[in-house]
């Protein structure tokens, strides 16, 4: 009995320690524009007296942790600070000027403007679509295995366990680390051993994740799953 129990534990704190590594983090991505639309570049965005991004030219900024924070302080250029609450939206759109703000839930607009540089990207820094069906064409179940050979400039190494994982030409990352950041419809994930691949629609892959701030510096592998 002790030993059945013994198993029971030991497979509960795998499936737990499996999911924590795979599972997709919380992702809130901000958009803060003035009162006319257009977007407020470089603001300090804070969670609990913290400085975890800054908006990029386009006005956006991304959070990611293990769940989303109550709220995030912005500091607009002329240095008033105003603290937003979050309420539970991943996708955040936040109007401002110099004495009030609003708050309101935008996914389509940020998507597309995130999508838009991709695409403005691709003509400079040569990133590649492959669609769903062009991995399943290859026969693998891995998803990262189906990429080989489908993305010029993609690498797929195996370590001496069989796990394959990515490596895209140019990547600049200062902390030694060659990942790419991946990315599943909008949330950030460790890794794609989750995902089916019969769930997937499409794969965009930035060899210039720069519009995902610095985790993207050894580019960006763009998930989109079948709705």
Do not use: W
């Amino acid at each position: 009995m002790k030993a059945i129990l013994l198993l029971i534990i030991l497979f509960t704190n795998s499936l737990l320690s499996y999911s924590q590594k795979t599972a997709p983090k919380d992702t809130l991505v901000g958009l803060i524009v003035n009162k006319s639309g257009k977007a407020i570049k470089n603001v300090p965005v804070s969670v609990s007296g913290k400085e975890m991004n800054h908006t990029n030219r386009k006005g956006i900024f991304m959070i990611v942790g293990d769940h989303l924070p109550d709220s995030v302080t912005i500091m607009l250029p002329s240095k008033k600070l105003f603290q937003i609450p979050v309420n539970g939206m991943n996708f955040l759109k936040i109007n401002t000027n110099e004495t009030e703000y609003s708050v309101s839930q935008a996914k389509d607009e940020i998507i597309n403007i995130g999508y838009g540089e991709m695409r403005k990207s691709r003509s400079t820094t040569g990133d590649f679509s492959v669609t769903g069906d062009a991995l399943r064409e290859t026969g693998e179940r891995n998803i990262i295995s189906a990429l080989a050979g489908k993305i010029p400039g993609l690498n797929v190494v195996y370590n001496n366990n069989g796990q394959a994982t990515i490596i895209i030409r140019g990547g600049s990352s200062m902390e030694g680390n060659n990942d790419p950041l991946y990315v599943v419809d909008g949330s950030i994930s460790d890794d794609l051993t989750f995902l089916n691949i019969n769930d997937v629609e499409r794969i965009d892959v930035l060899k210039d994740g720069s519009i995902y701030g610095a985790r993207g510096a050894n580019g960006a592998i763009v998930v989109t799953t079948k709705k």
